[in-house]
């Protein structure tokens, strides 16, 4: 119960405006845990070939919006 109450606390000090991303995360973290786990994962190359744009930099409008949502 001490954990819970951590998280409630945590949850407290969230602003207004970041509910709906913390609510996603939870929301789908908990999905993620009631399904089966049964897939076993293997590192390593991806099925297929990968397009050029793949390689291609990321505009720099998309970099500026990645770092600024960090």
């Given at each position: 119960?001490?954990?819970q109450?951590?998280?409630?606390?945590?949850?407290?000090?969230?602003?207004?405006?970041?509910?709906?991303?913390?609510?996603?995360?939870?929301?789908?973290?908990?999905?993620?845990?009631?399904q089966?786990?049964?897939?076993?994962?293997?590192?390593?190359?991806?099925?297929?070939?990968?397009?050029?744009?793949?390689?291609?930099?990321?505009?720099?409008?998309?970099?500026?919006?990645?770092?600024?949502?960090?």
């Amino acid at each position: 119960m001490i954990l819970q109450k951590q998280l409630f606390e945590e949850i407290e000090l969230i602003p207004a405006d970041k509910y709906e991303e913390i609510y996603d995360l939870l929301h789908y973290f908990r999905l993620g845990l009631t399904q089966k786990k049964n897939v076993e994962r293997k590192a390593g190359l991806l099925k297929g070939q990968l397009s050029n744009a793949f390689f291609e930099p990321l505009p720099e409008e998309e970099l500026n919006a990645w770092e600024n949502n960090i």
